[in-house]
């Protein structure tokens, strides 16, 4: 069974300095991988995905993050931090083929600090 | 594209009555998620559709839920009767299984929904 961890429920941050968040897969071949980004009271954006291309993928805001399967990790950066970022956070993991579930992390809230 | 569109934004209701949330996916997308989002819980799938045929219902709480998706462009989540703790956001999402390129889902601005 697939499942994915996000480590770390909260993280603020200074404006301008590194965001990096955390994600963990578990899967038996690797999957497609998803970081999507929650503003207050909306619905979940895609950040970026990861579907067996690239290694480094860049997504929207200045977001990207490195598949690497040596460590069943999908982690998130930003290099600098804007007060615009805060907001929460959720990794998703996707199987290759059988089903189009997503299974969804719990998610890091990230704060920005001015 | 105007996106998911969910419909109420917002619902009240009192204990035992019947809810009903709409969903109208995005234009094309043959896939259509049903979640549920909640402090404790996280964000859980309900139900999802493909060609508007139930895939798989094992998300689905109890049998006082229920989903259908009588067309390409509208799907319903009931909840019959409902209870205090169904209160939750609940959102819609929708994804295009043909295009291998856009494994995506793409999410509604979501129902919120407080039952009293």
């Known amino acids: 069974a697939q499942s994915v961890t996000q480590l770390g429920s909260h993280v603020s941050v200074s404006e301008g300095a590194l965001v990096l968040l955390r994600c963990n897969y578990s899967?038996?071949?690797?999957?497609?991988l998803f970081w999507y980004v929650q503003y207050p009271n909306q619905g979940l954006q895609l950040l970026l995905k990861?579907?067996?291309?690239?290694?480094l993928v860049k997504g929207i805001n200045g977001f990207e993050a490195e598949f690497k399967k040596s460590e069943t990790s999908f982690h998130l950066t930003k290099p600098s931090a804007h007060m615009s970022d805060a907001a929460e956070y959720f990794c998703?993991?996707?199987?290759?083929?059988?089903?189009?579930?997503?299974?969804f992390g719990t998610g890091t809230r990230l704060k920005v600090l001015a | 594209d105007a996106g998911v569109i969910q419909s109420p934004r917002h619902e009240v209701t009192e204990m035992g009555q019947e809810v009903t949330l709409r969903c109208k996916p995005i234009?094309?997308?043959?896939?259509l998620f049903w979640y549920r989002q909640t402090m404790m819980r996280g964000l859980e799938l309900l139900i999802y559709?493909?060609?508007?045929?139930?895939?798989?219902d094992s998300g689905m709480p109890e049998d006082r839920f229920s989903a259908k998706m009588p067309n390409a462009s509208f799907s319903t989540l009931k909840i019959q009767p409902s209870e205090p703790r169904d209160s939750a956001v609940y959102f819609c999402?929708?994804?295009?299984?043909?295009?291998?390129?856009?494994?995506?889902?793409?999410f509604g601005p979501g129902t919120r929904l407080t039952v009293t």
């Open positions: 999402a929708s994804s295009r299984g043909r295009d291998r390129a856009s494994y995506e889902q793409y």
């Open positions: 899967s038996s071949v690797p999957p497609y």
């Open positions: 990861y579907t067996s291309a690239a290694t």
């Open positions: 998703a993991v996707r199987a290759t083929s059988g089903t189009y579930k997503y299974i």
């Open positions: 234009s094309g997308h043959d896939y």
């Open positions: 559709f493909n060609n508007n045929v139930p895939i798989d």
